[in-house]
């Protein structure tokens, strides 16, 4: 799997990229779902929220089944 963050779409051009694996709680599906994610795509994550976040995503395509 490539390094690239599933909510913000950032990917490593040279060297790394700073993507953690990470759990978080999808209160609407009642579920745990796992990311990886950058520090910026936390930011956005704690900004405009999982759910919101995770929609703008899918639109834009960065998500993978």
Known sequence: MSKICQIT????M???????K???YWVEE??????NISASGLRTVNKIGLDAALKQA???GYLNA
């Open 9 to 12: 779409g950032k990917r490593a």
């Open 14 to 20: 040279v060297g790394n990229v700073n993507l953690f």
């Open 22 to 24: 990470k759990k978080f």
């Open 30 to 35: 009642d579920c745990w779902i796992s990311l």
């Open 58 to 60: 899918a639109e834009k």
